[in-house]
């Protein structure tokens, strides 16, 4: 096998997972070949720097792994657990994570352009500087998630839960709140393009900030 410090190392999915069984857990810089790790426990794997883009990991346990600057771009990651995982850094642009689990997890600079995040569930993950641009997020359980200094430009955050979240100078032109109750977020030195903010009454908000 190729030297990993030197260069990335290909590895079939079917090998990592026979690895992995036997006690393996270090597969960073590696491409993943081969289209699925589907409905697995492939938890505190390290897949540090690697490239698993486009890839089926739907019902996948990875609690408390790294992924910390691996390609996830384009993968299906529908109800995949991240809890306490790390994907600072990582791309997972376009990537369905449809009901996907993300607590606590570190997603610091993380891209997750056009990311489809519905109902998944971020409660209390760490997303500063993250890149959440054009993502779905409706009906997402976002409590006390750290979203400042967040792009969160043309996300849709319909229904989405945010008490206690803090988007302290996150950028939210164009972003969806409809049926968001934003009466205990931090919204402290916010991007605003045209801010327009309803009425706070009744603790409900259904402005579209354009």
């Known amino acids: 096998m190729l030297n990993r410090q030197a260069m990335l190392v290909e590895i079939h999915a079917d090998t990592l997972i026979e690895q992995y069984e036997a006690g393996l857990r270090d597969f960073s810089a590696t491409i993943l070949m081969g289209d699925s790790l589907c409905d697995l426990l ?10 698993v883009a486009q890839v089926n990991m739907s019902l996948t346990h990875f609690r408390a792994s790294n992924f910390r600057g691996a390609n996830l771009s384009q993968s299906l990651l529908w109800r995949t657990d991240f809890s306490q995982a790390n994907l600072a850094v990582a791309n997972l642009s376009q990537s369905t994570l449809i009901r996907a689990t993300l607590t606590q997890a570190n997603l610091h600079q993380a891209i997750l352009t056009k990311a489809d995040l519905r109902v998944a569930n971020l409660q209390a993950a760490h997303c500063s500087d993250a890149n959440f641009a054009g993502a779905d997020l409706r009906y997402a359980n976002l409590q006390g998630i750290n979203l400042s200094g967040a792009n969160l430009r043309g996300a849709d955050l319909t229904g989405a839960n945010m008490a206690g979240a803090d988007l302290s100078g996150a950028i939210l032109t164009g972003t969806i709140l409809r049926q968001v109750d934003l009466s205990q977020v931090v919204l402290r030195d916010v991007s605003w393009s045209h801010q327009h903010m309803a009425d706070f009454s009744n603790h409900q908000t259904l402005t579209t900030v354009e």
């Open 42 to 51: 492939l938890n505190a794997i390290n897949l540090e720097q690697a490239i």
